[in-house]
């Protein structure tokens, strides 16, 4: 029988399936950052009750992104595939042209002008969302052995890389990542780079090749071989520390997935690992001295903290690894001495989880206006198989 957090996991993605019109009567309403999280989840629920009625969740959840995210917004005087594919080829190639957020507002029109806090709230595309949909589409794949979601992963990596990738207007240095790119991927946004995304571009990409290798009679295209030692020459001066919850999440995350690959043979242990744990180190070090996850709830964003409690299971993951494969732990001392480092904050990440099950702490505005987020990220912290593991195809 499932445990009592599996099931409340069970409890709150039915609820955002039906809320979100993915079941039921509700029109449909996606976001791609919220949708890649639930497609995990929905997958290693699957896993965890037995019941296939979660994988056809989150086949018909992919069906559904496509078809919304992948096509123009219905107030926008486009209409189709954002790729400009046509309608046949567009169903064969769905994320060819990218996927939008899923954004309230439209993006902004060429001739208006930049204003920051509105900026967030207009459509278009943003990589480290695309990234995460293309790790969706790869959990897919290994969870049914059907490679056709990874293909679509591929294609959806290769049009990023090449669309979000420009070189400093002075012409010296290396290339860097716009942030935010038009819904057409024409033109930026936001051409400031995210902190993590070359990071989060790299481990991805060699998780697509991966799972692509493992895959007998696979389509081979986009190999990714270009697209993934760009990425490599991005992040070999990387400086990833960050005080930011959600962000120290993402590289314990981060981390764990190249320890997985490591252990399957797909990367070499070259010191990346090191890296990431230290980079989160000191960014739990951060966090803790500034006290914010001590604040009312007023003050907090669940999906932010709630990201970070996700990383340190990740590294309690990473920890419990040599008692299944000797080889699959950090390899340097200084690797495991940060990792037990790392440990040592795991009781914050159970303190978050157990702040925003309490349902009076769900009745905040703050609660509120992000509910779909909010409550799959819980359910991902509650049941987090889906999001983390790293299964072999067919798995």
Not at 253 to 265: K, N, P, T
């Amino acid at each position: 029988m499932p445990n009592p957090p599996t099931e409340e996991a069970v409890a709150l993605m039915t609820a955002f399936a039906a809320r979100t019109g993915l079941t039921g009567e509700q029109p449909a309403r996606r976001y791609l950052w919220t949708d890649a999280f639930a497609v995990c989840n929905f997958l290693g629920l699957a896993r965890a009750t037995g019941d296939a009625r979660h994988t056809q969740l989150a086949l018909a959840l992919v069906d559904q992104v496509h078809h919304a995210l992948g096509r123009h917004r219905p107030d926008d005087r486009r209409t189709g595939w954002i790729s400009g594919l046509s309608a046949r080829e567009g169903e064969a190639h769905p994320t060819q042209g990218g996927l939008r957020i899923g954004k309230a507002l439209p993006e902004r029109r060429v001739d208006e002008p930049f204003d920051e806090q509105l900026e967030w709230e207009r459509d278009g595309q943003y990589f480290h969302y695309l990234t995460k949909w293309m790790l969706a589409l790869d959990r897919v794949t290994r969870a049914t052995g059907n490679a056709r979601f990874n293909v679509w992963a591929r294609e959806l990596a290769q049009t990023a890389q090449h669309a979000f990738t420009h070189q400093p207007s002075a012409g010296t240095g290396a290339p860097r990542l716009y942030w935010k790119m038009s819904i057409d991927l024409t033109r930026p946004l936001v051409p400031a780079m995210g902190q993590h995304d070359p990071l989060d571009g790299y481990v991805t990409y060699v998780e697509l090749r991966a799972t692509a290798a493992r895959l007998p009679g696979a389509v081979s295209e986009p190999r990714l071989d270009a697209e993934t030692k760009h990425f490599a020459a991005l992040i070999e001066r990387g400086q990833w520390a960050t005080d930011d919850p959600l962000g120290i999440g993402g590289l314990l995350s981060d981390a764990y997935r190249v320890q997985q690959l490591i252990q399957q043979g797909v990367l070499a242990d070259d010191g990346l690992l090191d890296q990431l744990l230290a980079a989160a180190l000191a960014g739990l070090q951060a966090y803790v001295e500034s006290g914010e996850y001590r604040l009312p709830t007023e003050y907090r964003l669940a999906f932010r903290d709630l990201g970070l409690a996700i990383g340190l299971q990740a590294a309690e993951r990473m920890a419990r690894a040599p008692a299944r494969d000797a080889e699959a732990s950090p390899a340097h001392p200084a690797s495991r001495a940060r990792l037990e480092a790392v440990l040592r904050y795991a009781p914050i990440g159970d303190a978050i989880v157990s702040f925003w099950r309490d349902p009076e702490n769900r009745r905040a505005a703050t609660w509120l206006e992000h509910r779909d987020i909010n409550e799959v990220m819980l359910a991902t912290a509650l049941a987090p198989d889906g999001y983390l593991d790293l299964p072999p195809p067919g798995h």
